[in-house]
């Protein structure tokens, strides 16, 4: 380490008047010394942390201490360590930590991390508690350690200290540790996320940033990124909620608009850049040197010409004009269109529609203008050549392509789709309208569809409501009631009569199931709709729907919540439409066979995503209007599959046997929780009342998994 001037003045100057009060010495007394006289006390000798520290470490270089060994580090904490943790009495380098961590500090002998390693720990151990030492600018040990990227010696740190992430939620420097971490690109700061809890991480600096602000910038989106922004929003999602303005910074930026700001920004920086290249090569007079020796002359091109001279940029590489537009938007969020829509003209529907918001394919755009910027250079250096030196012309190159090569594109939108549907999950859709908008600012844009209300529909008039409506392309949740959506032709008119009467549904045939509503999700795919968190359908009208039927309504649409009220549902139709479900609804008649087949090693144990199980067990105990009793119980997502297979089957076993202990199904009412082993959680829902008994012990034979039926 260099040693500073003034600060080696200062602190000789403290040990010269240390000398001067004592000799040398100072002075201690125990209650047992009260009684003598001053000149007998006891004196002990005042060491210097510096030297000491100097003497330590150069015995461990010279090989006369060996602190990998038990007995010299045992000698250690039991003698020097007491003196190494005192108060150096010096307000720049107040601590040993300090003078092994300050640029400032004086030269110390150099050791190895294996000796350097345990003689940390034993500092950081000690009861005087020095990460809490701050020095005249308030800078602790840690704080020194990251500023100065010491990565090893944050990691001893860290691994040293029994409770890290009380440290980490106190200021040092008015700056939070894990704020300046992240801002100096530590490698090791994945591992401080780990270490700290949701508290810690919903912290926020002076513009009101949390962690996840600053962790979904666009200069951050590199390789695995995103697993460490889902682990921060995994720990830290309900502290956020409970902070003073919740997910918002001073600007009013959500994370959500944070990252999409900082794309927007990182696009015009590449289109200026990508401009300014373009107008210097137009503008580069005859003559000028190339900066390989050659002249650029105005009777045609130089010798190497094809391979020096700047290319403009090609139109393909153009970011395009319009790439943020903001327009008023306007409409409610229910799906009743208003009273006069024809006075407002609405815009035809299409993903590209949403590029106002960013979203979907709108925001591929600022992502591929910042491929043709900053991040051109690297794979065409040409198209960005500056007239300058060759030098000069070389390290330009090398910064710009450096700044931007290592952004993935893929992880940009990864980042912004991941945020969008966690706010949707875990927000109403008001505080999604703030969080994916903006505060106080209008939205026409649709976060849900509800077609409550309603028995009957055309598809002509569904389709005229669907265009009178503009979607995201990620709903919370559609719900669909009891509702027949007939085809056209549906209804005739009565002969002699001006009256209309429902003519015979021509969208199914007799006794094979309806198609309805692949109609309505087939529209909610031409209005740009991707993914459909939530799928609440109430399919109770004869006939209900085929399974194929429901896999075409339903396929690709990355279902996370079913809820498809259909008795015996095949889970083969789920597995097909949404195979990353994380919840189902369950309608159950009673019937043995389809319990078997939900259990078995084609049944719910495909759905490796899922973790909630509801059984809604239908009519098995009496009339259907008596009330329901939940039965929570766990699913153990083993890690093997014959294990997992046997917990799934367990768990719908036991389901089945707490609803048929008694004949008298409503005691039921009375019972508290059951629990298996495991950590899913899965809801049974039965009717209570009197009915018949099902038999768990018939549970084991063999069946099949699709279209049981009772």
């Known amino acids: 380490m260099s040693s500073d001037g003034e600060g080696a003045r200062e602190r000789e100057n403290q040990f010269a008047e240390d000398e001067a009060d004592g000799d040398g010495y100072t002075s201690s007394s125990s209650d047992d010394d009260d009684n003598l006289n001053v000149t007998e006390k006891v004196k002990r000798p005042r060491v210097s942390v510096e030297k000491l520290l100097k003497t330590v470490l150069q015995e461990i270089a010279n090989g006369t201490r060996d602190l990998t060994r038990s007995n010299h580090l045992a000698a250690l904490k039991s003698k020097e360590v007491h003196d190494l943790a005192a108060d150096t009495g010096t307000k720049g380098l107040p601590t040993a930590l300090h003078m092994l961590l300050d640029e400032r500090g004086p030269d110390l002998p150099e050791v190895g991390d294996e000796q350097m390693k345990p003689l940390v720990a034993a500092l950081i151990q000690h009861p005087n508690n020095l990460l809490a030492k701050g020095d005249r ?79 979904v910038e666009w200069k951050r989106c590199r390789r695995d990124q995103l697993s460490l922004i889902e682990e921060i929003v995994t720990k830290s999602d309900d502290e956020v909620q409970a902070t003073p303005n919740g997910d918002f910074n001073r600007a009013g930026n959500s994370p959500y608009l944070h990252h999409k700001k900082t794309v927007e920004e990182a696009a ?72 006069d829509v024809s006075a407002k003209p609405r815009p035809a529907i299409q993903p590209n529609s949403r590029a106002k918001y960013g979203g979907g394919v709108a925001l591929t755009l600022p992502v591929e203008s910042i491929r043709t910027g900053a991040a051109l250079a690297d ?30 594109e893929t992880v940009v939108r990864a980042v912004e789709r991941f945020l969008k549907l966690h706010y949707l999950r875990a927000r109403s859709d008001a505080a999604c309208l703030d969080i994916l908008y903006g505060k106080d600012k209008v939205s026409d844009l649709e976060l849900y569809l509800d077609l409550g209300g309603r028995s009957s529909m055309t598809q002509h008039g569904f389709r005229s409501l669907a265009k009178q409506l503009r979607f995201e392309d990620a709903l919370q949740y559609v719900a669909i009631p009891k509702l027949r959506i007939e085809a056209p032709g549906s209804t005739d008119t009565v002969a002699g009569t001006n009256s209309r009467r429902p003519a015979r549904d021509q969208s199914y045939k007799e006794g094979t199931g309806r198609r309805d509503l692949v109609q309505v999700f087939s529209t909610l795919r031409q209005s740009g709709v991707r993914t459909i968190l939530k799928v609440v359908v ?44 994380r919840e189902v609804h369950l309608y159950w008649s009673g019937n043995n066979a389809v319990l078997r087949g939900w259990s078995e090693e084609g049944g719910l144990k495909r759905l490796s995503e899922l973790t909630i199980v509801h059984l809604h067990v239908q009519r098995v105990c009496g009339p259907s209007h008596l009330p329901t009793k939940e039965f929570p119980l766990t699913v153990n997502r083993a890690s093997s599959p014959s294990s997992e297979h046997s917990n799934i089957s367990k768990t719908l076993v036991s389901a089945s046997s707490g609803l048929a202990l008694s004949t008298n199904c409503s005691s039921l009412l009375t019972k508290g929780p059951r629990s298996l082993e495991g950590s899913r959680a899965v809801a049974v829902r039965g009717l209570a009342g009197s009915g018949r008994v099902v038999e768990p012990a018939r549970m084991n034979r063999p069946a099949s998994t699709r279209g049981s039926t009772a």
């Not at 420097?173 to 090791?188: D, G, P, W």
């Not at 403009?312 to 799906?335: D, E, I, V, W, Y």
């Not at 194929?548 to 789920?574: C, N």
């Open 538 to 581: 109430d399919d109770s009208l004869a006939p209900p729907h085929t399974d194929e039927a429901i896999e075409e309504a339903l396929k690709g649409m990355d279902v996370e919540v079913w809820d498809w009220k259909k008795t015996d549902l095949s889970t083969e139709v789920i597995y097909v439409a949404s195979p990353r479900v």
């Open 137 to 215: 600018e308030g800078k602790t040990p840690l704080y020194l350690a990251i500023d100065n990227k010491r990565e090893k010696m944050l990691e001893w740190i860290v691994e040293a200290h029994p409770n890290i992430n009380t440290v980490l939620q106190k200021p040092s420097n008015k700056q939070l540790y894990l704020h300046m971490a992240i801002k100096k690109k530590l490698k090791y700061f994945r591992q401080l996320v780990q270490q700290a809890d949701g508290k810690t991480l919903a912290l926020k600096d002076a513009k009101g940033n949390t962690i996840l602000h600053l962790a």
């Open 268 to 339: 015009r920086e590449a289109a200026e850049a990508q401009k300014a290249a373009a107008a210097a090569v137009a503008e580069r007079p005859p003559g000028r040197d190339r900066g390989d020796g050659t002249k650029i002359t105005g009777d045609g091109p130089a010798p190497n010409a094809n391979k020096t001279a700047a290319r403009p940029p090609s139109p393909r590489r153009a970011p395009p004009s319009g790439l943020f537009p903001h327009s008023a938007g306007g409409g409610g969020m229910g799906p009743q269109p208003g009273p």
């Open 379 to 408: 794979a065409d250096p040409d198209a960005t050549r500056t007239p300058l030196t060759a030098e000069s012309k070389s390290k330009s190159l090398a910064a710009s392509s450096s700044k931007s090569s290592k952004v993935s």
